[in-house]
């Protein structure tokens, strides 16, 4: 293969990995590197489309690959710290991020991977100068305020990151990082139907865009199935007073209302994010977990209003009514541990997320 073919090559990838079509460019730019091994265009590329998909210990064999191929380049040494950001090593990262920023200090990048390097290490302080440093050098790019937003994002300051990521969005109406991160922020919030509109948005440009779709994983599983369970639980609780007057109707409310509000997120989807949403919630341990817990209390709610429907109100409860009221209390604690157990299971903590930083 010519060197002009090889850039040819490189070129088609990255225009792949712009669109989303990961696989495709993986496969563009291994045509390339088996006549070329050392070909560090193909090389950055390749770490790209690693990161696009959170998978870090590959991204940082291909970061560190590029960098033994052209030491004197800061695009590897950039890429080398976001993938040690992103497997846990700040430490190398912070050392990675500054022989960025010595090679290239006119770039943001390698001040931005410094920053979160900086943050990972426990000094905020440091970290949020230098991405305001970041931000200086390219202020009309989204990137640094998206990867501002991203800190404010790690350390639970939400105002904050939302004004950086819609600023990254005024910037770059369809950067897709931000989008995914004002979702993840409307989900945290119980915003679940502008929630699910952000994340159809990006869905809808990049299908396998995994940040968006485990995002998405969330509104469906714990937003709407999570909501599911406490709007049947708390039928049930009001429903112990179904034989006061018209209380049995404040009963019957909580569960209309959810589904009121289930059908607007569902609403909100785009039809290629419903049919993903649908195969989740089919598929997944921790939605079918939550939908076991639904069914048992809905079993013991439908108990407890039927036999509060038979208790004299001028009485003390009799023990049937006692039963139901330990019951529901024990299926919700029931659900809860199991919802506890599979959620911690499924998900591990993380750092702060160096995902698409680099773009």
């Known amino acids: ?9 490189v ?6 990995l712009e669109v ?23 090389l950055y590329v390749l770490a790209r489309s690693h990161q696009a998909e959170d998978e870090f210990a590959a991204m940082l064999d291909a970061a560190a690959r590029a960098v033994a191929v052209a030491p004197g380049q800061h695009e590897g040494h950039v890429l080398l710290a976001f ?3 992103g497997v846990g090593n700040p430490a190398e990262a912070r050392a990675s991020a500054c022989e960025a920023v010595r090679l290239a200090p006119e770039d943001w990048r390698g001040h931005a991977a410094l920053a979160l390097a900086r943050l990972n290490l426990g000094q905020p302080r440091r970290a949020f100068q230098t991405i305001k440093q970041a931000v200086n050098l390219a202020p009309e790019s989204a990137g640094p305020h998206h990867i501002r937003a991203l800190m404010f994002h790690s350390i639970g300051w939400h105002l904050f990151a939302t004004r ?11 950067h897709r990082p931000a989008l995914t991160g004002l979702g993840s922020i409307a989900a945290t919030r119980g915003w679940l139907t502008a929630a699910a509109g952000h994340l159809s948005a990006v869905l809808t440009a990049e299908p396998t865009n995994h940040a968006a779709r485990t995002e998405l994983d969330r509104v469906v599983i714990a937003g709407v199935g999570g909501w599911a369970v406490i709007s049947v639980w708390t039928a049930g609780f009001l429903g112990m007073f179904a034989m006061l ?4 109707l404040v009963a019957l409310l909580p569960p209309p209302l959810w589904l009121l509000w289930a059908a607007r997120t569902w609403r909100a989807l785009t039809p290629g994010a419903r049919v993903y949403a649908g195969h989740v919630a089919r598929t997944d341990t921790r939605a079918r977990v939550r939908l076991f817990g639904l069914a048992l209390c809905t079993l013991t709610a439908t108990g407890l209003v039927i036999t509060a429907l038979r208790q004299d109100a001028d009485r003390p409860p009799a023990a049937p009514m006692v039963v139901m009221m330990v019951a529901h209390v024990v299926a919700l604690l029931a659900t809860a541990a199991a919802i506890v157990i599979t ?11 160096p995902r698409s930083s680099s773009e």
């Open 343 to 353: 959620d911690r299971k499924a998900t591990s903590p993380r750092a702060a997320d």
């Open 11 to 16: 070129a088609r990838a990255s225009a792949l």
């Open 245 to 248: 007057p018209w209380m049995w």
């Open 164 to 174: 950086s990521y819609r600023r990254a969005l005024t910037l770059d109406p369809e």
């Open 20 to 42: 989303g079509r990961i696989d495709a460019a993986r496969r563009e730019i291994a045509a390339v590197l088996a006549d070329d091994p050392d070909n560090a265009e193909a």
């Open 1 to 9: 293969m010519t060197r002009q073919a090889s850039d040819a090559g």
């Open 83 to 85: 993938a040690q950001i």
